[in-house]
């Protein structure tokens, strides 16, 4: 079982930079990737970023590429996601999830397959 706390939301200017982290309990054999999703009031929940277990491949969603890094620290078992030169459509709760179901490829740009699902911290960009 695969059991994830997120942290590090908060307050940012536009312009500014933020990261998150997320802490993984849990085998690694039991999950594909790790993913970073945001939701929105009265929009869907979004992958953002993600990073593949077994490889070290990252992939970002159009909207954060060249912005946000995902990132992993193997020893502390934390994957962070750096979020620099923020703007206000950044706004949103964030979650992080594990893959745990294949649909075909790993890190999955739904949501569908990943859970561990935490209570998600906010980001709110304003100035």
């Known amino acids: 079982q695969v059991t994830l706390v997120e942290s590090g939301g908060g307050l940012v200017q536009p312009g500014g930079s933020l990261r998150l982290s997320c802490v993984v309990s849990?085998?690694?054999?039991?999950?594909?990737?790790i993913g970073w999703f945001r939701q929105a009031p009265e929009k869907e929940r979004e992958r953002v970023s993600c990073?593949?277990?077994?490889?070290?491949?990252?992939r970002d969603a159009d909207s954060v590429k060249g912005r946000f890094t995902i990132s992993r620290d193997n020893a502390k078992n934390t994957v962070y996601l750096q979020m620099n030169n923020q703007s206000p459509e950044d706004a949103a709760v964030y979650y992080c999830?594990?893959?745990?179901?294949?649909?075909?490829?790993?890190?999955?740009?739904?949501?569908?397959?990943?859970?561990?699902w935490g209570q998600g911290p906010r980001v709110t960009v304003s100035s």
């Open positions: 990073f593949t277990t077994q490889t070290g491949m990252t």
């Open positions: 849990g085998s690694t054999r039991d999950y594909y990737a």
């Open positions: 999830a594990a893959e745990v179901t294949f649909y075909g490829a790993v890190c999955y740009v739904g949501p569908v397959g990943y859970g561990g």
